[in-house]
């Protein structure tokens, strides 16, 4: 997620801060540069002027300019622009007090709207809703089938007839009525480009459905598109917020940090990957913090508590304080952060780590190392998983041949599990920052 303007804008605070003070000169040097990585990363042009023009106007002063603490004041700064330009505080959904509410996604064709239909239906669920996905794209049938099979494999209902918008409507309400469903959420169509007919058929829709929400599903690829669009669909449907969608791609990512500014409509969500679970909530300061690479602690403890088995949890905490873990629980939580999504992902979120990203990038580290891992451990005996230190060379060649790996493979992972099971026992006995200095 915008990893090449993330490491550009570390380049220059690292030089800035390397400095005593800060000059003028360094000031100028320092923003000239960090208005070349927002263009390059396809920001809007005036979102940039407006965006320099504020931090030397607040970073100018002689106070800051003449303190020992000059560059972190300047990067502080920068933070809190960034901040206000992505709209300050999340925005979130507005149900409506008489259900089921009803969330209207519109968007040009490929801009995964039905994939994010069914995304945000399994993410309102986890928060205590009870959608109800509504198929009504009259153009595209396999729309219809593509989201009847999103919903078999989320266990979401869907709502799939084809029929007029009025009649359409009816029948999604009275399906709600029977499922308890409190919040309809409509597939509209998508289409090619914005065009006076489409923009008719869309309005046909929206008058009939009344939505309480309009969201537009922007595709993170197509750049400053992406807000000329979002300027045509708001005029004619007025639109609520958008769902930024490909953010995990190699988009350079500017339209997550224009299309606020120049619509004054906030960005609700965000598609980070394939998975149906790949939707964040987009919280303005979270974002500045992973884009200046200092992580994001709030959102990696909530996608900690979504994936987590917390029984599972206690067990391993009462065997990590009885020094009884083995490679079984080892396994449990490499799938533990599997679920969590992508490692490059998570370790972007840990303040301090940032740079470490593009490191295990270069290293390839991805599914395949887990499931080698994995491997290895099944190709065990119950008896050597529960005491690996019984694993001499012998049967080190055995589960290498079992698991189709090396021997050096296997040396290799017993050492990551001895530094991980004295690490998490420290912890558990609260002797971690010790611990974490002699596994240096």
């Keep these: ?28 040097e320092a923003l000239r540069e960090v208005r070349i990585a927002l263009l390059e990363a396809d920001v809007n042009f005036k979102v940039v002027r407006e965006f320099i023009n504020a931090v030397r106007e607040q970073a100018a002063g002689s106070e800051i300019l003449s303190s020992l603490t000059g560059p972190q004041q300047v990067i502080a700064i920068v933070q809190r622009q960034l901040v206000h330009i992505l709209g300050e505080t999340h925005s979130s959904i507005r149900f409506s007090g008489q259900p089921p509410t009803t969330l209207m996604l519109i968007g040009l064709k490929g801009s995964g709207k039905t994939t994010t239909a069914a995304k945000l239906a399994l993410h309102l669920r986890k928060s205590g809703s009870r959608p109800l996905l509504v198929a009504a794209d009259p153009h595209r049938v396999a729309a219809g089938e593509q989201l009847l099979a999103l919903g078999r494999q989320l266990n979401v209902p869907v709502y799939a007839e084809n029929a007029p918008p009025a009649a359409l409507v009816q029948g999604a309400r009275e399906e709600a009525h029977r499922l308890a469903a409190n919040v309809l959420i409509v597939d509209t169509p998508g289409y090619m480009q914005v065009t006076s007919e489409m923009l008719s058929e869309a309005k046909a829709l929206h008058d009939s459905f009344a939505p309480n929400e309009v969201l537009l599903v922007v595709d993170a690829m197509t750049g400053q598109e992406a807000v000329n669009v979002a300027q045509e669909f708001h005029e004619a449907l007025s639109v609520s917020g958008f769902i930024i969608t490909k953010m995990d791609g190699d988009a350079r990512g500017g339209a997550a940090l224009s299309i606020r500014a120049v619509t004054g409509l906030p960005v609700k969500f965000i598609g980070t990957g394939e998975k149906v679970d790949a939707l964040e909530a987009f919280h303005p300061d979270r974002f500045a913090s992973r884009i200046l690479g200092m992580g994001d602690v709030l959102s990696l403890i909530e996608r900690a508590q979504e994936t987590v088995d917390h029984e599972e949890a206690k067990s391993l905490e009462r065997r990590m304080r009885a020094g009884t873990m083995d490679l079984n629980d080892f396994v449990s939580q490499i799938q533990q952060v599997k679920k969590m999504g992508p490692l490059t992902d998570v370790i972007g979120m840990i303040p301090g780590l940032g740079g470490m990203k593009k490191q295990l990038q270069n290293a390839q580290l991805d599914d395949g190392v887990w499931k080698k891992m994995e491997a290895i451990v099944y190709s065990m005996t119950p008896e050597e998983r529960h005491r690996p230190d019984m694993i001499d060379g012998s049967r080190r060649r055995r589960i290498a041949r079992g698991s189709g790996t090396t021997p050096q493979d296997i040396n290799q992972l017993l050492k990551q599990w001895r530094e991980a099971k004295k690490l998490m026992e420290a912890l558990a006995s609260g002797r971690g920052p010790r611990t974490l200095g002699r596994l240096r």
């Design 1 to 28: 997620m915008l990893e090449l303007l993330t490491d550009k804008l570390q380049t220059v605070f690292r030089r800035l801060s390397s400095r005593g003070v800060v000059s003028e000169k360094d000031l100028d």
